[in-house]
């Protein structure tokens, strides 16, 4: 299909020493111009998957099968030096806690400059302009003197800001924001993800925001996928995800979240605690801790079933309600 940019088909990620896997039989699609959302608690493997697009996984960390297909082109078959003009150039990626990804010794628009010296062949003055054009467009007010200062010298919205603007700065068709409201507060969150939004339509991007936060994932995205314990669990348009969730888990973390119009009493934690990766179940991972379990879902394997209203799902539950059935 033309409008798809990236599609990842049956990917797992583990350590080659260890049986189990940390992402297993992964599917994902990012139409252009779309805000995918990966959500899930930390430790699922959220931000692993966003690694192992950009090739950053950790030396013990390998894909172990899958391809992950960017305009049809295969990266995990591409060499290093390939995959070096593809990050920063056409996928981008703003990582977890930009006070530490910034490097705390350089000036903030030295940075942002120095992906531009990489990756084009603007001269040092065009350089220096552009960066400054991008620090204005992501909202950093007085950009000639924020260029000259130090992360540290920054609020954690402006550090914020300058990741934007570093991801931005190439023109990437997509960008992966990993967690980019962390540590940030409630009125700052809101203007980042306002930013995002709006860089979405003004540079026709596609964006991938992963979050453990439900709230941010159904407020900015076009399509979900929730992830439990190293997979997807279920996938959907937002307005069905909303409408109509599915998976226990789905359901539980729906019930978990504060809601003005819920009183105290009325919020339901999920019971139990994440299998380890050293401990995975057999069968259903969430089963444990999921009121409808029965006998089939600690013995038997699942798939991703496909529903009439669009949306996939890792359910038993939902088995017979399949799009062809």
Known sequence: MDDILLQIKNMTIGDPKSKNAIVENLDLRVKKKEIVGIVGESGCGKSMTSQAIMKL??????????????????????SEKDMKKIRGKDISMMFQEPTRALHPLHRVGKQIEETLKIHTNLSKQD??????????????????MRYNQYPHQLSGGLNQRIMIAMAIALDS????????????????????????????????????LISHDLA??????????????????????????????????????IEACPNPDKKIEQL???EGVVPTMDDIPEGCR????????????????????????GAFVRCFLYRGDTANG
């Open 57 to 78: 996984l950790p030396s013990n960390i390998k894909i172990r099968e899958g391809q992950i297909l960017f305009n049809g082109k295969d990266l995990v078959e591409i």
């Open 216 to 253: 941010v994932i159904c407020e900015n995205c076009d399509y979900t996928y929730v992830m439990y314990c190293g997979q997807i669990v279920e996938a959907a348009p937002i307005k069905t995800f909303l409408e109509s969730p599915k998976h226990p888990y789905t359901k539980a973390l």
């Open 286 to 309: 969430f089963a444990e801790r999921c009121p409808y379990k029965t006998e089939q879902c600690t013995k038997e394997n699942l798939e991703m079933y496909s529903q009439k209203d």
């Open 173 to 208: 068709p997509l960008l992966i924001a990993d967690e980019p409201t962390t540590a940030l507060d409630v009125t700052i969150q809101a203007q980042i993800l306002q930013l995002l939004r709006s860089l979405r339509k003004k540079f026709a991007i596609s964006i991938i």
């Open 127 to 144: 350089a220096k302009k552009k960066t400054l054009e991008l620090m204005k467009a992501v909202g950093i007010p007085n950009p000639e």
């Open 268 to 270: 339901h934690p999920i």
